[in-house]
């Protein structure tokens, strides 16, 4: 009988502290799920340290081990796409290299595929244990606002930990945007997804690559990705400024006609121009963003760049 395949996917970018754990723990899994096929893909995500030469490393030993290898640093989310377009198993997974995201659950995993008929098992931390304060709470606003602004739903704590089916997968690929906010794209989607919560785990070895900087400009990423409601907040804005100042030229024009009053106070007006010059200000730099997004989408650039991989077009792994 043909073994079912499951595929791991692997983003790695400097991970080469963390690499000999985690391919020890993929070893384990794999004799735990001995009933089906495992294969890992690591995609190499530009990395400046021995990531490369380690994972080249695998696979001479190892024919379950496969990587892509891009030109430069192109991102996480370029990774996993990069990591779907060449995964050949029936179920596919995607973790992170640092063991954050535990293999043990697997098996619980593919449980809820098979046997509860889910189209994808997705997981989330119930605690964020030894994160720093500030980025939890920045993180637990984050969540709030987006699922108040955005029709699709983005689940607080979740990671990007998840097994799919094919079918789940190849509809993440047919979203070729250039800016991609995973979190978004895999609510977006729909299809019936298992929620598993687990344990925040620290990460193993190394240090997390995510500053507080390229945080924020994720966080924007996947408002202007999968909302529109910025773009109104100029209208709203807009309208509300209107009837105050219709409100403010009745009574102006009241207390000069009626009572004679001279209209008083230059102050009073830098402010107002102030205040609206800002306002308008901002509102042009929500329009911006928009528009830098969608100027980048038109230019239609590949969402990555492979230099060199061990898969061959049929999924198979080639060692030269
Ligand atoms: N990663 C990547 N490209 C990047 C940044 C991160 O492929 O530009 C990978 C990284 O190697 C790891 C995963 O994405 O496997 C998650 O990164 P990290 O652990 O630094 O994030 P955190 O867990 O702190 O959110
Ligand atoms: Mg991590």
């Not at 991102?75 to 290299?97: N, P, Q, R, W």
């Not at 598993?196 to 996947?222: C, D, P, Q």
Request: hydrophobic share 40%.
């Amino acid at each position: 009988m043909v073994k079912e395949q499951i595929s791991l996917i692997v983003p790695c970018y400097n991970e080469e502290e963390v690499l000999p754990y985690f391919y020890q723990a993929f070893c384990e899994i794999a004799e735990k799920l001995k009933e089906y096929a495992l294969e890992v893909i690591f995609v190499n995500d530009g990395s400046k340290d021995r990531t490369l030469e380690i994972v080249k490393g695998f696979a001479t030993e190892d024919s379950r081990v496969k990587y892509i290898s891009f030109s430069r640093n192109f991102g996480k989310e370029a990774a996993i796409y990069a990591g779907f377009e060449h995964a050949s198993g029936d179920y596919i997974a995607m973790l992170d290299a640092d063991l954050q995201d535990p293999p043990e659950l697997l098996p619980e995993m593919i449980h809820a595929i098979k046997e509860e008929g889910y189209d994808s098992a997705a997981t989330r931390r119930v605690t964020r244990k030894g994160e720093p304060p500030v980025r939890s709470f920045f993180a637990r606003r984050f969540y709030g606002l987006m699922n108040r602004i955005s029709t699709t739903e983005i689940m607080d704590g979740a990671r990007d930990y998840r097994l799919m089916t094919r079918q789940f997968m190849e509809a993440i690929l047919d979203m070729k945007e250039y800016n991609r906010f995973s979190k978004g794209i895999f609510g977006w989607v729909g299809f019936q997804t298992k929620w598993i919560e687990f344990e925040n785990v620290e990460r193993r070895a190394g240090e997390t690559k995510w500053s507080f900087w390229k945080l924020l400009l994720y966080s924007i990423e996947g408002i202007i990705g999968f909302s529109t409601a910025p773009l109104a907040l100029a209208s709203v804005l807009g309208i509300f400024f209107c009837c105050v100042a219709f409100i403010f030229l009745v009574v102006i024009l009241v207390k000069t006609l009626c009572f004679g009053d001279p209209v008083a106070g230059w102050p009073s007006m830098t402010c107002i121009i102030l205040m609206l010059g800002g306002i308008q200000l901002f509102c042009m730099g929500i329009l911006g963003m928009y528009l830098s997004k969608t100027y980048l989408e038109t230019k239609k650039r590949p969402i990555y760049i492979c230099k060199e991989t061990n898969v061959d077009a049929k999924g198979n792994q080639t060692n030269e």
